[in-house]
């Protein structure tokens, strides 16, 4: 693919802070954390909208870490809505009162996604690695109250796909509108709890058909259920393919294709202080990396389904061999996969380690 056959991204994931208050043993983002003090000012995210409208993105995910912990949240989102972008915030729901969500909504906020750990306080706060339970469920009456559409997200492993109709059904009793049912991604920190998180195959053909229950006895909340990969024998097509659908922007102005490949060596990330995003999407190094299909060996080279996964997740292929390059080892013809069905059936771990040093909680 040449730079002037590049389609425009849709998507923009605006990690505005990764300051978060709680410590799921699954976070997505990097291991080494922005600081504070390096994070963009709501005057460059303002430029960033304003570059990423002009590309022709149309949604962003105000996302972090917790975006509240921002005093300047308001001046963010005013500035994507200005340049007339679809914003929405993905929070933990603590700190999310009805006077915040009020300046949200007047700046042009459009939609909240909430994050829930499991279905009761003690297993939600154990998960989260803080208690937080009542915030959330506050924070749910905030949302819905506003009138506002209203997601929920749960990322599922072992220690909660057990309780997924009761999920479910305090998403119902809270409003929501679609609950994404996120089966847990294993690379960051999610790969360091893999044995405390996978899951058996019995618990995830039970939790499909807790789903199909529901789908056929209601319409409301959408379910969106998330591939479990480590299972299925096919990898996901991570991001929509490469440099395909959504640029992230992370806190300190780094540019990459998706929210874990800051783990990937050698990419030689972008920054948007630097560059503007134009040139970021279409002509940087690290966006063209793994875009397409030419970068492709074997098997995948070959595979009728290149331009159905794209090869699946660079980032799992990096964080399971150490190169990005190959074809992920969740794919049953990978090399690799060897990597995956060992996991599957090593012996599970009881406790979480949480990202903040030293703290460790068995439950
Ligand atoms: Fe996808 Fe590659 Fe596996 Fe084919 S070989 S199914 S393209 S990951
Ligand atoms: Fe980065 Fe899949 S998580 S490409």
Known sequence: MTTADVPPPWGLLAEVTHACPLHCPYCSNPLELVRPSAELSAAEWTRVFAEAAELGIVQAHVSGGEPLLRADLAEIVAAAHRSGIYTQLVTSGVGLTAGRLAELLAAGLNSVQ???????????DLIAGRVSYTEKEEAAGVIRDAGVPFGLNVVLHRRNLGNLREIIEVGARWGADRIELANTQFYGWA????????????????????????????????????????????PKPCMGGWGARTITVGPDGTALPCPAAYAIPGLDAPNVRERPLGWIWTESPAFNAYRGTGWMSEPCRSCPRREVDFGGCRCQAHALTGDAARTDPACALSPDHDLVRAATEAPRADEFVYRRPGRSVSG
């Not at 909430?114 to 939600?124: E, I």
């Not at 319409?219 to 259920?225: H, I, N, Q």
């Open 114 to 124: 909430l994050s829930l750990q499991d279905a009761r306080r003690p297993g939600s």
């Open 191 to 234: 790969l360091r709890n893999r044995a405390a998180l996978l899951p058996t195959r019995d618990q995830l053909d039970a939790a499909k058909a807790v789903v199909a229950a529901w789908r056929a006895e209601r319409d409301a909340p959408e379910l969106v259920w998330v591939l479990p990969d480590y299972y299925e024998g096919v």
